[in-house]
C-alpha cells in the first residue's frame, strides 16, 4: 500500500508542478478541487501542452475518452497513477 500512496504523492507534486509551469501560477495556487472547466485558466493550447508534458513525464498514453472524465485536478492525478500502475 505504501508503494501506491508513494506512487500517488508523486503524481500529485508532478501534475501540480506541470500545470504550474503551464499555466505561469504558483502551485500553491492550485489545489486537488480545482475544476479544469471552469477553476483552471487553460486554453486549448495550453491544455494540450500540459497533456503531452504529463504523458512524456510518465511515458504514458491519456486516451481521450479517459480525459474527457476528467473534471478536477484530483481526477487527473487519478488516471495518471491508474496508467502509470499498469506499465
Do not use: G, H, W
Not at 28 to 55: G, K
Not at 59 to 82: A, F, G, H
Amino acid at each position: 500500500m505504501a508503494d501506491s500512496d508513494n506512487l500517488r504523492a508523486k503524481v500529485k507534486e508532478d501534475v501540480i508542478r506541470i500545470m504550474s509551469e503551464t499555466l505561469e501560477i504558483s502551485p500553491e495556487e492550485i489545489s486537488s478541487e480545482l475544476q479544469f472547466n471552469t477553476d483552471l485558466p487553460f486554453d486549448s493550447l495550453q491544455l494540450y501542452e500540459f497533456v503531452i508534458d504529463v504523458e512524456e513525464t510518465y511515458n504514458i498514453r491519456l486516451p481521450d475518452e479517459l480525459l474527457d472524465e476528467v473534471k478536477t485536478v484530483d481526477d487527473m492525478i487519478d488516471v495518471v497513477v491508474k496508467l502509470s500502475a499498469q506499465k
